[in-house]
Each structure stands twice: as C-alpha cells, then as structure tokens.
C-alpha cells in the first residue's frame, strides 16, 4: 500500500511565531543551507523509490528557482506553502488571496507548473478562517492538507481522514496531517515534533493499524529532518521545542520511517491514482523490527524509571512536587496559547468588519452529515 510522502521545502529560519526574532527583512542576510540539504534528500528518495509532493514557500521558489526545477524533473509534485510562511488565522481575507497569488506565480517561474495541492503553514486552518478553503478552490486547487484534528494546535472535530468539501467555487479534498488516539486527545506521529518525541515501534505501529483500514498516511519531512545540527537563532521556547526537540537522532528515525514503507505524491494517492495499491508491500528488514523492538521495551523501562524517580522526588520535596509538572507545562505552552488568542481576537475583528457574504457553509453545518466514522469514534484512531 502507498502512503502520502509531503515535504515541506522552506528554509531553516521559516519559523512560525518568531516574525519578532526572525523577521522576513531579515532573510536574505541569514545564512541558507537548503541547496546541500536538498540534494542529499532527493538522492535518499530516488534511492527509496519514494516520490512526494513537495509544498515550496513562494520565497524558496524566487530564491532558489533551480532547485524547484529539479524536483519537478526528479518526478516529484510541486504544491504550494504560501509565500512568507504565515498562518492562515494571522492573515485577513485579502492578505491570504495576495500570498497565495504571489506564491503560484513565485512557483510558475520557477518550473512551469501551476500547483493545485496547498499545504498551510503550522496546519492553520481553523473553523474561523474556513473562507480559505473557497478562495483555494477559486484559484483551482483540488487538494489541501491544512487541517489537524487536534485540541492545541488544531481543530479537534476535523475528521482524521480525507474528505471533499464543497464551495461555490467547486469541490477541494481536504487531507488532514494523520493522528492517533491518546485518552480524549489525538496525538500526532507521522512528523516534525510528534514523531521526534514518541518512540520509532510507536509510529511504525499506527502506519501498520492504517494499513489494515486500508487507509494511506500521511508522512510529512522538512529537509532538514535529515540532518542533525541547525544553525543558531533566538528562538522562543515553545518554537525552539518544535523545532530542535530530538534532533540529534531524528536524522536515523526518519531515514527508517522512509524506508520501510512505500510513498507517493499527495495527488496520486487522493485524487488521480488508486488510494490502495496491489503491488505487494516491500519485505520488513528484520534488523528494523529489532530495532523498532529494542525501541520499545527501552522506551517502557525509561518510563517505569521516571516514575520511580517521580515517587522518590515527591517523597522528599514533599506538596512542592506537585507543582513541578503545571510550572513546567505552562513554561512549554503559555507562549504559543498567548499567541493563538491574540490571533483569534484579530480575526474576529476582521470578521466583524467584513460585510461581504461568507464563501464557505457555517463550519460546524460543513462537518455534519460528513461520510465516514464520526471523529471520536474508535475506528477512525
């Protein structure tokens, strides 16, 4: 069976949430390594056999032209990650038509394809700024992989599956990044921060449960996935967290996760070609099960350890062990929550300002009635 394989091509210092730290003026005076990384990530994939769909910041495509061209003529899908990589929910209306204009005709010069896949930065599509998904489908996009069902970072009531979404200006499918159940919570494994902070035999496993739903997932890389050292920036925490968290080994993990599955572009898997294929799945490398193995029981025993080191901690600190845990997952998380309201607050002001028709159905009316499992349900884990 084929899974989705995207790459999000941008540069290093495309951070979400740092504009104050790494300012886009300042983009051209940092220092770039996205051309060496690149082709040591093309090189992997035709030695996998994998091809992708690769989302391309309009900047990367007016900087470095070339290397767009060569991943068309590499096999692979050209999508679309907006301009300056910025969050849906940061801009208006007008602002989110004008990046997305500028990114296409960014990527038309480069190599000659006009994208119909997009892929939002951070998965920022939220029931408030739905509207995108129509100004997408008016500009001819057939595919778009912005959606995340989850509480902090996403929409929790999105489905975990593909689904066609209706405007007036047509259908577009709706891929949303793959997650799995976790207590009341869905958990993201197939990428970025969530497949660097679970274990490999954890993700490998949900690839496998998909599978048998003869379900595709959805495998997201960023080149600098494959390398284990960034350049040094001011970073807030909660950005240097999702950036640079599990690093060191990251590189070998995706390398493996790479190769012990088969991969195809986005488009192909949803829309042009068959969502299962026939070919038989590729042999499991036993060295890899063992690995995948030892990860596991190592992962159990490192828990089993924490937790008698949390016992023996609170014992001798005493009620101020209790706090720990709440001080430091508001350290982790108060920047980003901060953030996230400030942005909804700015784009219910737009909203109230705007008096011109909703594109797009009421986002809870657009999720009713959806086919499939509801999103809670078991069997859409």
């Not at 890899?288 to 350890?305: D, M, P």
Request: hydrophobic content about 40%; charged content about 25%.
């Amino acid at each position: 069976m084929r899974h989705i394989l995207t790459i999000d091509l941008e540069e290093w210092f495309h951070v979400c949430g740092a504009e104050a730290t790494l300012p886009s003026e300042q983009w051209d005076a940092l220092p770039s390594r996205l051309p060496a990384v690149l082709g040591d990530l093309l090189d992997l994939l035709d030695r996998l056999a994998a091809r992708a769909t690769f989302f391309v910041v309009g900047y990367v495509a007016d900087r470095y032209p070339e290397l767009v061209l060569e991943i068309r003529e590499r096999g692979h899908r050209i999508g679309c990650h907006g301009y300056l990589h910025q969050r849906i929910y940061d801009m208006t209306r007008d602002e989110f038509a004008r990046d997305l204009d500028r990114s296409v005709q960014a990527i038309e010069r480069a190599c000659g394809v006009t994208p119909i896949s997009y892929r939002s930065p951070e998965w920022s599509l939220r029931p408030s700024c739905l509207w995108a998904v129509s100004i997408l489908a008016s500009r001819g996009f057939l595919f778009d992989s912005s959606a995340v069902p989850m509480s902090l970072m996403g929409w929790r009531r999105f489905p975990h599956h593909p689904i066609t979404v209706e405007t007036e200006h047509g259908p577009i499918i709706e891929v949303p990044l793959s997650t799995a159940r976790c207590g009341w919570e869905r958990v993201p494994f197939s990428g970025g921060l969530g497949f660097r902070c679970n274990t490999e035999w954890y993700a490998h496993r949900q690839i496998r449960l998909l599978e048998e739903r003869g379900r595709p997932a959805v495998v997201y890389v960023h080149p600098f996935d494959i390398i284990s050292e960034l350049p040094g920036a001011s970073l807030p925490l909660t950005r240097r967290l999702m950036q640079r968290f599990g690093k060191k080994s990251g590189p070998a993990r995706v390398i493996r996760l790479l190769s012990a599955f088969q991969y195809a572009p986005l488009e192909e898997v949803c829309g042009e070609g068959p969502a299962v294929d026939e070919d038989p799945a590729p042999p499991r490398d036993p060295e890899l099960i063992a690995h995948l193995r030892r990860s596991a029981w190592r992962t159990g025993l490192g828990i089993s350890g924490l937790t008698v080191a949390a016992g023996l901690l609170g014992a001798a600190l005493g009620p101020v062990a209790l706090l720990l845990p709440q001080a430091g997952l508001a350290a982790i998380y108060g920047n980003h929550l901060k953030h996230t309201l400030a942005c909804r607050r700015k784009q219910r002001r737009v909203d109230e300002a705007d008096l011109a028709v909703d594109l797009v159905p009421d986002p809870a009316g657009m999720l009713d009635g959806l086919p499939g499992e509801s999103p809670d349900s078991q069997a859409g884990a």
